[in-house]
């Protein structure tokens, strides 16, 4: 990074890399989770489960949102010198920073059927969905504003998953054909066009 550029990861990227795996972790941990009739039986812990998913991916799109507009409101202009990080690096860095919450939560997610049946799993894919939601709707944003959203690698914190953090003092813009993530943080269909 010559002449004082940093290094950018995409603000959608980090918040969606942890989607697909509390997703998929929960599917399974829900899955299993059917198996033993629990404290509860399955007639309450499925009900209850349902009910955890759907409360979760509605709170978690909507956590931190005035942090998220006040940011994007201030985004200053990538400088020339900035680095792009690549999306795969990002999702790597963050499900690294991440693996043993991720273990802990399937685990949690697997031992809470014994009490209820399939709630906790329901629970973690419901955060996964919410996470996804709340991707798409910077993905909507940067598309109405034609601006892709970034945020400094250093100011991320040491598992590279706190993209609007106590860190992070502004967020950086660059054009919506900028870096290999389409808005939203999903992987680009087609090449970007130059």
Same mark, same amino acid.
């Given at each position: 990074?010559?002449? %004082?550029?940093? &290094?950018?990861?995409r603000?959608?990227?980090?918040?969606?890399?942890g989607?697909?795996?509390?997703?998929?972790?929960?599917?399974?941990?829900?899955?299993? %989770?059917?198996?033993?009739?629990?404290? !509860?039986?399955?007639?309450? &812990?499925?009900?209850?489960?349902?009910?955890?998913?759907?409360?979760?991916?509605?709170? /978690?799109? *909507?956590?931190?949102?005035?942090?998220?507009? +006040?940011?994007?409101?201030?985004?200053?202009?990538?400088?020339?010198?900035?680095?792009?990080?690549?999306?795969? /690096?990002?999702?790597?860095?963050?499900?690294?920073?991440?693996?043993?919450?991720?273990?802990? &939560?399937?685990?949690?997610?697997?031992?809470?059927?014994?009490a209820?049946?399939?709630?906790?799993?329901?629970l973690?894919? %419901?955060?996964? !969905?919410?996470?996804r939601?709340?991707?798409?709707?910077?993905?909507?944003?940067?598309?109405?504003?034609?601006? *892709?959203?970034?945020?400094?690698?250093?100011?991320?914190?040491?598992?590279?998953?706190?993209?609007?953090?106590?860190?992070?003092?502004?967020?950086?813009?660059? &054009?919506?054909a900028?870096?290999?993530a389409?808005?939203?943080?999903?992987?680009?269909?087609?090449? +970007?066009?130059?």
């Amino acid at each position: 990074m010559a002449r %004082g550029g940093q &290094g950018l990861a995409r603000v959608a990227v980090v918040v969606r890399a942890g989607a697909a795996p509390l997703w998929w972790s929960g599917v399974v941990a829900a899955g299993i %989770g059917v198996l033993p009739p629990g404290v !509860t039986g399955r007639r309450i &812990g499925v009900p209850a489960g349902a009910a955890l998913f759907l409360v979760a991916a509605a709170v /978690v799109p *909507l956590a931190r949102r005035k942090r998220y507009d +006040a940011l994007v409101r201030g985004a200053a202009r990538a400088g020339k010198y900035d680095v792009l990080q690549d999306r795969a /690096v990002t999702v790597r860095n963050w499900r690294r920073g991440h693996r043993w919450w991720l273990l802990l &939560g399937f685990a949690v997610a697997l031992g809470s059927a014994f009490a209820v049946p399939a709630a906790g799993g329901l629970l973690l894919a %419901g955060l996964g !969905t919410g996470l996804r939601l709340k991707a798409a709707w910077i993905g909507r944003r940067e598309r109405a504003e034609q601006t *892709l959203l970034w945020v400094r690698v250093d100011r991320l914190g040491r598992r590279g998953g706190r993209p609007v953090g106590k860190a992070v003092k502004s967020l950086r813009g660059t &054009g919506i054909a900028a870096g290999d993530a389409a808005p939203g943080g999903s992987r680009r269909r087609t090449a +970007a066009l130059v």
